[in-house]
Protein backbone atom coordinates (compact mmCIF):
# COMPACT_ATOMS: atom_id res chain seq x y z
CA UNK A 1 0.00 0.00 0.00
CA UNK A 2 1.22 3.27 -0.69
CA UNK A 3 0.30 6.90 0.21
CA UNK A 4 -1.96 8.68 -2.78
CA UNK A 5 -0.68 12.20 -2.09
CA UNK A 6 2.43 13.36 -0.33
CA UNK A 7 2.46 15.22 3.48
CA UNK A 8 4.36 17.68 2.51
CA UNK A 9 1.36 19.11 0.30
CA UNK A 10 -1.38 21.53 2.22
CA UNK A 11 -4.07 19.65 1.12
CA UNK A 12 -2.68 16.45 2.63
CA UNK A 13 -2.90 16.13 6.32
CA UNK A 14 -3.34 12.46 7.99
CA UNK A 15 -7.04 12.22 8.20
CA UNK A 16 -7.42 13.13 4.68
CA UNK A 17 -4.64 11.03 3.01
CA UNK A 18 -5.93 7.83 1.04
CA UNK A 19 -3.85 4.44 0.59
CA UNK A 20 -4.44 3.39 -2.91
CA UNK A 21 -3.31 -0.98 -3.75
CA UNK A 22 -0.30 -1.10 -5.89
CA UNK A 23 -0.78 -0.49 -9.67
CA UNK A 24 -1.63 -4.67 -10.45
CA UNK A 25 1.27 -3.72 -13.48
CA UNK A 26 3.42 -2.68 -11.10
CA UNK A 27 2.95 -5.66 -8.27
CA UNK A 28 3.51 -8.11 -11.21
CA UNK A 29 6.82 -6.48 -12.83
CA UNK A 30 8.60 -6.55 -9.09
CA UNK A 31 7.03 -9.80 -8.39
CA UNK A 32 9.87 -11.59 -10.76
CA UNK A 33 12.54 -10.60 -9.16
CA UNK A 34 11.09 -11.62 -6.18
CA UNK A 35 10.30 -15.40 -6.95
CA UNK A 36 12.70 -18.07 -6.23
CA UNK A 37 12.42 -18.81 -10.30
CA UNK A 38 15.08 -15.16 -10.70
CA UNK A 39 18.36 -16.92 -11.66
CA UNK A 40 20.05 -14.57 -9.22
CA UNK A 41 22.19 -17.35 -8.13
CA UNK A 42 20.83 -17.38 -4.68
CA UNK A 43 20.53 -20.67 -4.20
CA UNK A 44 24.31 -21.44 -3.84
CA UNK A 45 24.64 -19.26 -0.56
CA UNK A 46 23.71 -19.95 2.43
CA UNK A 47 25.04 -16.52 4.28
CA UNK A 48 27.24 -18.22 7.01
CA UNK A 49 24.43 -20.63 7.95
CA UNK A 50 26.27 -23.57 7.29
CA UNK A 51 28.92 -22.71 9.53
CA UNK A 52 26.31 -22.03 12.55
CA UNK A 53 25.07 -25.90 11.60
CA UNK A 54 28.21 -27.23 11.44
CA UNK A 55 29.22 -25.23 14.20
CA UNK A 56 26.39 -26.43 16.70
CA UNK A 57 24.66 -22.86 16.65
CA UNK A 58 21.36 -24.07 14.85
CA UNK A 59 20.87 -27.17 15.43
CA UNK A 60 17.01 -27.00 15.96
CA UNK A 61 14.23 -25.05 14.18
CA UNK A 62 13.68 -22.78 17.50
CA UNK A 63 17.73 -22.19 16.98
CA UNK A 64 17.32 -21.22 13.19
CA UNK A 65 14.49 -18.77 14.32
CA UNK A 66 16.39 -16.94 16.79
CA UNK A 67 19.38 -16.96 14.37
CA UNK A 68 18.08 -15.25 11.55
CA UNK A 69 15.53 -12.78 14.14
CA UNK A 70 18.39 -12.12 15.25
CA UNK A 71 19.87 -10.94 12.07
CA UNK A 72 17.19 -9.37 10.48
CA UNK A 73 16.68 -6.88 13.83
CA UNK A 74 20.22 -6.04 14.36
CA UNK A 75 22.11 -6.58 11.21
CA UNK A 76 19.84 -6.27 8.13
CA UNK A 77 17.69 -3.75 9.79
CA UNK A 78 19.99 -1.00 9.96
CA UNK A 79 21.92 -2.48 6.59
CA UNK A 80 20.59 -4.39 4.11
CA UNK A 81 16.84 -2.93 4.77
CA UNK A 82 17.99 0.44 5.02
CA UNK A 83 20.40 0.42 1.85
CA UNK A 84 17.30 -1.42 -0.30
CA UNK A 85 15.02 1.99 0.78
CA UNK A 86 17.53 4.39 0.11
CA UNK A 87 18.03 2.94 -3.17
CA UNK A 88 14.16 2.58 -3.83
CA UNK A 89 14.37 6.33 -3.42
CA UNK A 90 17.30 6.89 -5.82
CA UNK A 91 15.40 4.79 -8.12
CA UNK A 92 12.53 7.52 -7.79
CA UNK A 93 14.44 10.26 -8.12
CA UNK A 94 16.45 8.66 -11.21
CA UNK A 95 19.92 9.28 -9.77
CA UNK A 96 22.58 7.16 -10.11
CA UNK A 97 24.59 9.14 -8.47
CA UNK A 98 22.78 8.72 -4.50
CA UNK A 99 22.42 4.55 -5.48
CA UNK A 100 26.56 4.52 -5.83
CA UNK A 101 26.41 6.66 -2.78
CA UNK A 102 24.24 3.99 -0.95
CA UNK A 103 26.18 0.89 -2.75
CA UNK A 104 29.79 1.96 -1.29
CA UNK A 105 29.15 2.82 2.12
CA UNK A 106 26.84 -0.63 2.40
CA UNK A 107 29.92 -2.34 0.84
CA UNK A 108 32.18 -0.85 3.62
CA UNK A 109 30.05 -2.26 6.40
CA UNK A 110 30.47 -5.79 5.29
CA UNK A 111 33.18 -7.57 7.21
CA UNK A 112 33.40 -10.98 5.49
CA UNK A 113 35.01 -11.29 2.15
CA UNK A 114 32.63 -14.05 1.03
CA UNK A 115 29.65 -11.97 2.48
CA UNK A 116 30.32 -9.50 -0.14
CA UNK A 117 31.64 -11.41 -3.01
CA UNK A 118 28.02 -13.55 -2.75
CA UNK A 119 26.35 -10.07 -2.78
CA UNK A 120 27.50 -8.45 -5.35
CA UNK A 121 27.49 -11.60 -7.44
CA UNK A 122 23.36 -11.66 -6.70
CA UNK A 123 23.02 -8.06 -7.08
CA UNK A 124 25.07 -7.80 -10.62
CA UNK A 125 22.49 -10.40 -11.74
CA UNK A 126 19.81 -8.39 -10.92
CA UNK A 127 20.62 -5.23 -12.54
CA UNK A 128 21.75 -6.91 -15.29
CA UNK A 129 18.46 -8.71 -16.29
CA UNK A 130 16.36 -5.42 -15.09
CA UNK A 131 18.55 -2.90 -17.26
CA UNK A 132 17.81 -5.13 -20.27
CA UNK A 133 14.25 -5.55 -19.46
CA UNK A 134 13.02 -2.57 -17.97
CA UNK A 135 14.18 -0.07 -20.85
CA UNK A 136 11.93 2.30 -20.02
CA UNK A 137 13.70 3.40 -16.83
CA UNK A 138 17.07 4.34 -18.11
CA UNK A 139 18.44 4.84 -14.20
CA UNK A 140 19.08 1.07 -14.14
CA UNK A 141 20.98 0.92 -17.45
CA UNK A 142 23.21 3.59 -16.48
CA UNK A 143 23.81 1.92 -13.01
CA UNK A 144 24.46 -1.43 -14.47
CA UNK A 145 27.00 0.72 -16.35
CA UNK A 146 28.24 1.45 -13.58
CA UNK A 147 28.99 -1.81 -11.87
CA UNK A 148 30.48 -3.14 -15.00
CA UNK A 149 32.81 -0.59 -14.76
CA UNK A 150 33.53 -1.06 -11.40
CA UNK A 151 32.74 2.32 -10.03
CA UNK A 152 29.72 0.51 -7.87
CA UNK A 153 29.65 -2.57 -5.73
CA UNK A 154 26.29 -3.59 -7.23
CA UNK A 155 24.90 -4.91 -3.86
CA UNK A 156 22.20 -7.11 -4.07
CA UNK A 157 19.86 -4.48 -1.76
CA UNK A 158 20.79 -1.70 -3.93
CA UNK A 159 20.10 -2.88 -7.05
CA UNK A 160 17.12 -4.67 -5.43
CA UNK A 161 16.04 -1.41 -4.52
CA UNK A 162 16.83 0.32 -7.77
CA UNK A 163 14.65 -2.43 -10.03
CA UNK A 164 12.07 -2.46 -7.70
CA UNK A 165 11.65 1.40 -7.46
CA UNK A 166 11.93 1.50 -11.19
CA UNK A 167 8.78 -0.96 -11.01
CA UNK A 168 6.62 1.39 -9.03
CA UNK A 169 7.39 -0.40 -5.71
CA UNK A 170 7.15 1.92 -2.55
CA UNK A 171 10.40 1.76 0.06
CA UNK A 172 8.33 -0.10 2.45
CA UNK A 173 7.12 -2.83 -0.14
CA UNK A 174 10.75 -2.70 -1.14
CA UNK A 175 12.69 -3.84 2.12
CA UNK A 176 9.96 -5.77 2.96
CA UNK A 177 9.78 -7.81 -0.18
CA UNK A 178 13.57 -7.61 0.24
CA UNK A 179 13.50 -9.32 3.65
CA UNK A 180 11.24 -11.97 2.58
CA UNK A 181 13.10 -13.26 -0.11
CA UNK A 182 16.38 -12.94 2.25
CA UNK A 183 14.05 -15.14 4.77
CA UNK A 184 12.94 -17.66 1.82
CA UNK A 185 16.35 -18.14 1.25
CA UNK A 186 17.53 -18.99 4.96
CA UNK A 187 14.86 -21.63 4.85
CA UNK A 188 15.47 -22.98 1.88
CA UNK A 189 19.38 -23.56 3.15
CA UNK A 190 18.23 -25.04 6.23
CA UNK A 191 16.14 -27.69 4.58
CA UNK A 192 19.51 -28.47 2.58
CA UNK A 193 21.07 -28.32 5.78
CA UNK A 194 18.61 -30.32 7.54
CA UNK A 195 17.80 -28.67 10.61
CA UNK A 196 13.92 -28.04 9.57
CA UNK A 197 11.83 -29.98 7.18
CA UNK A 198 9.23 -28.30 4.51
CA UNK A 199 6.51 -28.04 7.01
CA UNK A 200 8.66 -26.47 9.59
CA UNK A 201 10.11 -23.89 7.38
CA UNK A 202 6.49 -23.03 6.52
CA UNK A 203 5.56 -22.01 10.28
CA UNK A 204 9.06 -20.29 10.95
CA UNK A 205 8.36 -18.27 7.83
CA UNK A 206 5.11 -17.24 8.84
CA UNK A 207 6.44 -16.26 12.45
CA UNK A 208 8.83 -13.78 10.46
CA UNK A 209 5.92 -11.72 8.59
CA UNK A 210 5.26 -9.49 11.48
CA UNK A 211 8.98 -8.55 12.14
CA UNK A 212 9.61 -8.00 8.68
CA UNK A 213 6.71 -5.94 8.08
CA UNK A 214 7.55 -3.86 11.53
CA UNK A 215 10.92 -3.49 10.04
CA UNK A 216 10.31 -2.59 6.68
CA UNK A 217 7.89 0.05 8.10
CA UNK A 218 10.12 1.37 10.98
CA UNK A 219 13.28 1.63 9.05
CA UNK A 220 14.10 5.79 8.51
CA UNK A 221 15.49 6.53 5.24
CA UNK A 222 17.76 9.11 6.38
CA UNK A 223 19.29 7.07 9.54
CA UNK A 224 23.02 5.95 9.15
CA UNK A 225 24.23 2.85 7.95
CA UNK A 226 25.53 0.17 10.56
CA UNK A 227 25.32 -3.25 11.57
CA UNK A 228 24.88 -5.61 14.79
CA UNK A 229 25.15 -9.37 14.25
CA UNK A 230 28.37 -10.83 15.69
CA UNK A 231 27.70 -13.98 15.85
CA UNK A 232 26.80 -14.31 12.46
CA UNK A 233 29.54 -12.19 11.04
CA UNK A 234 31.61 -14.62 12.60
CA UNK A 235 29.69 -17.65 11.50
CA UNK A 236 29.49 -15.95 7.53
CA UNK A 237 34.03 -15.28 7.93
CA UNK A 238 34.49 -18.80 9.03
CA UNK A 239 32.49 -20.69 6.32
CA UNK A 240 35.51 -20.47 3.73
CA UNK A 241 37.61 -22.39 6.21
CA UNK A 242 34.75 -25.58 6.21
CA UNK A 243 36.44 -29.15 5.43
CA UNK A 244 33.13 -29.75 3.32
CA UNK A 245 30.78 -27.06 2.26
CA UNK A 246 27.52 -27.45 0.19
CA UNK A 247 27.02 -23.38 -0.19
CA UNK A 248 29.26 -21.14 -1.72
CA UNK A 249 29.31 -18.43 1.62
Not at 132 to 158: C, F, M, N, T, W
Request: aromatic share 6%; charged share 25%.
Amino acid sequence: MRDQCSSSSPACQPESCQHVPMNTRALLEGLRFVDAFFPSGGYAFSSGLEAAVQGGAVKTSDQLARYIEDLLRGGMSRREALATKQANRAASAESVDAAVHVDRELDSTKLGRESRLASRQMGRQVIRVAADQIRAKPVLSEYRDEVEADRAPGHLAVTFGLTMGACGWSPEETAAAFLYQTAVGFISAAMRLRPIGQHEGQRILGEWLPLIERISREVDLDAAMSSWSPIQDIYAMRHGSLEWRLFRS
